[in-house]
């Protein structure tokens, strides 16, 4: 009588714990990487193909190239091959100052975007596109579709591209006219290397914590979840002052109503000493191989006192972490990750 009556109890308890042993083995394997996953590269981006790989850009050291990576992992992507695929120019346009370069995939081609100046006018920076027709990015021909033309001509950089409802869309840093800094912008885009209509600002350096040695909005990346699209940022300057800001829009808005964009009034990632990781910014988003996870790409520096100039210092290393989110649907970018293995 009592046989049958203690076995459901003892199989249901099997059954849980060796579920639970399976939740966690997944926890365990979402992040394979140790961080920083590549050092000296800045401003990184991550683009997760249906391929399977992960394909990886960032700022080199030497602002005179643009390099790509891909691996089925952000730990692979630590010893991955690193591929020159484009050159700066000796002068005239794109000859200086190569900057944040963004791959993406659009209608079956591949697109890089990245910012540029002119050996001549290293300040003059502006918006360009490379296009790729090969499925493997590495390989194929790169062709120069030129400078991504603005409402108004001035310093500009940091694009990223994203769709939205069936429409596509630019978001970028550029300085105003008679203003100083940089302030975020967005528009719709008629081609993967041109946008149409007015461009719209939808935040400018205001808070203290944007205005640190320099006025500084920059460096979007965007993220459409939980009925929201989230854009990060990036304020002031480049040092540990260096941090990320947010802005947030329902996800039936229109975009390019400034009144759409609800801004955090305080950084939601910064320095922080104790895990020794000082100004994390310039971002992507990603996710694990299976997207259940989401994952915040970065760059920061493990020292906080820089010899010099900033922009000069190489040691702005890319770094990740799971991003998690609250139970009101906003994401939760908790503190920067001491270095070392996330597993």
């Not at 800045?42 to 030497?62: I, N």
């Not at 630590?78 to 002068?91: G, Q």
């Amino acid at each position: 009588m009592n046989g049958p009556s203690l076995v459901t109890p003892v199989k249901c308890f099997v059954f849980f714990t060796l579920f639970l042993l399976l939740c966690l083995s997944q926890s365990l394997t979402a992040a394979d990487w140790t961080n920083p996953i590549i050092p000296q590269r800045a401003d990184p981006h991550v683009f997760l193909h249906s391929d399977g790989f992960y394909y990886f850009t960032a700022t080199c050291p030497e602002y005179d190239r643009i390099e790509l990576r891909r691996g089925h992992s952000l730990g692979e992507l630590a010893t991955a091959e690193a591929k020159v695929v484009w050159k700066m120019h000796a002068n005239g346009p794109m000859s200086h100052h190569i900057w944040a370069p963004e791959i993406h995939n659009i209608g079956g081609k591949w697109y890089l975007y990245f910012a540029a100046s002119r050996a001549d006018a290293i300040w003059e920076i502006r918006m360009y596109v490379l296009e790729n027709p090969s499925p493997n990015p590495l390989e194929g021909k790169w062709i120069e579709k030129g400078q991504i033309k603005m409402n108004w001509e001035s310093f500009t950089l940091d694009a990223t591209t994203f769709e939205h409802h069936g429409s596509r869309y630019l978001a970028w840093a550029q300085n105003a006219p008679k203003t100083k800094g940089t302030s975020l912008y967005i528009a719709k885009m008629d081609t993967p290397w041109s946008i149409t209509g007015t461009q719209v600002m939808i935040s400018k350096p205001e808070f203290g914590w944007e205005t640190v040695k320099y006025n500084v909005n920059e460096g979007p990346a965007v993220l459409q979840k939980n009925g929201r699209v989230f854009m990060t940022y990036s304020a002031s300057a480049t040092d540990a002052n260096y941090c990320l800001g947010l802005l947030v829009a329902k996800d039936d808005a229109d975009l390019l109503d400034p009144k759409s964009w609800i801004k955090s009034p305080a950084p939601v990632f910064k320095t922080d000493p104790r895990a020794k990781q000082f100004g994390p910014g310039h971002n992507a988003f990603t996710t694990t191989p299976d997207g259940k996870t989401d994952i915040l790409v970065y760059h920061s520096r493990n020292y906080e006192k820089i010899v010099g100039d900033s922009l000069l210092n190489p040691d702005r290393a890319t770094r990740a972490q799971v991003l998690h989110w609250k139970p009101d649907g906003m994401p939760d970018f908790g503190t920067p990750v001491a270095d070392g293995p996330l597993r």
